[in-house]
């Protein structure tokens, strides 16, 4: 049975859009924004924390600026889906740590990854002397971004 997502109210989605522009903000700069004292402001991020709306707290790091400048999404298409296989081919890529995301897909290939390298040099040893030799792999398809347009950023709740 699927776990209900617990209600949240307009001031919870306001605390949730500031933090998502800056999830180091101090409490107090948070309670002010969303027209709360600074206990309750607390109070409702402790309890968004413990039912899992707030996952946790990162920080974005510039791919180009840590020589992890070219990135590639790859589609894996593995040869069967036996427990043994997928459990093997999912061990072998958590391992890498090229592969900055990962998903299950539906349709025509199984998986989508997305690979950050420093070059294209970089790539080619991650496809061919590593994902190629990965358990089950059956065939794989690479498309190197170009440019990245809108970067990744967690969802807002308008």
């Not at 309670?31 to 004292?37: E, I, R």
């Not at 039912?51 to 790091?61: E, L, N």
Request: glycine share 6%; with cysteine; charged share 25%.
């Amino acid at each position: 049975m699927k776990t209900p997502t617990p209600e949240i109210d307009a001031i919870d989605r306001r605390i949730l859009e500031e933090l998502r522009k800056d999830g180091r903000i101090a409490m107090v700069d948070l309670a002010d924004k969303v027209g709360l004292s600074p206990t309750p402001c607390q109070r409702r991020v402790k309890q968004m924390e413990e039912a899992g709306i707030i996952a946790g707290y990162t920080t974005q790091i510039s791919p180009a600026a840590i020589g992890r400048g070219l990135q590639a999404f790859v589609q894996v298409t593995l040869q069967d889906h036996s427990e043994e296989r997928v459990a093997a081919f999912q061990r072998a890529l958590a391992a890498r740590p090229e592969v900055v995301a990962c998903y299950i897909m539906s349709g025509e290939f199984d998986y989508l990854l997305h690979v950050m390298v420093a070059d294209l040099e970089e790539y080619s040893e991650f496809a061919l002397k590593a994902l190629l030799r990965m358990p089950g792999v059956k065939d794989t398809r690479s498309s190197l971004a170009m440019s990245v347009l809108k970067p990744f950023a967690q969802p807002g709740l308008r």
